[in-house]
């Protein structure tokens, strides 16, 4: 079992950028995949990226060339550096571990076994 705890969250001006952090409890981070989603109000949960156990790396077209994602396998950490920020962006982000890594399926079902709580970003105008 995988317990994951988000922070980096916070309010920042549009153009701007922040560093999202996960970080993991439990055996065996580094065979897991692991994926950062964002839900914003009155919508469902997205994927943003997600990087493999070899780190492979993926994202969504949305963030594609603004939004890094990075894992720590010694520090069971995982991260995602956010540049370029847009009102749209605003969501809690969450990340996720889980055991396929697959661009069939965005579905968070297909990413995540375990969830963290989420942090919130919010980008102002």
């Known amino acids: 079992q995988v317990q994951l705890v988000e922070s980096g969250g916070g309010l920042v001006q549009a153009g701007g950028s922040l560093r999202l952090s996960c970080a993991a409890s439990?055996?065996?981070?580094?065979?897991?995949?692991m994926s950062w989603f964002r839900q914003a109000p009155g919508k469902e949960r997205e994927f943003v990226a997600a990087v493999s156990s070899v780190r492979s790396t993926m994202y969504a077209d949305s963030v594609k060339g603004r939004f890094t994602i990075s894992r720590d396998n010694t520090q069971n950490m995982l991260y995602l550096l956010m540049d370029r920020l847009k009102p749209d962006d605003t969501a809690v982000y969450l990340c996720?571990?889980?055991?396929?890594?697959?661009?069939?399926?965005?579905?968070?079902?297909?990413?995540?076994?375990?969830w963290g709580q989420g942090t919130q970003v919010t980008v102002s105008s």
């Open positions: 996720a571990a889980g055991r396929r890594y697959t661009a069939n399926d965005y579905s968070p079902s297909a990413w995540g076994d375990y």
């Open positions: 439990g055996r065996s981070f580094s065979t897991y995949v």
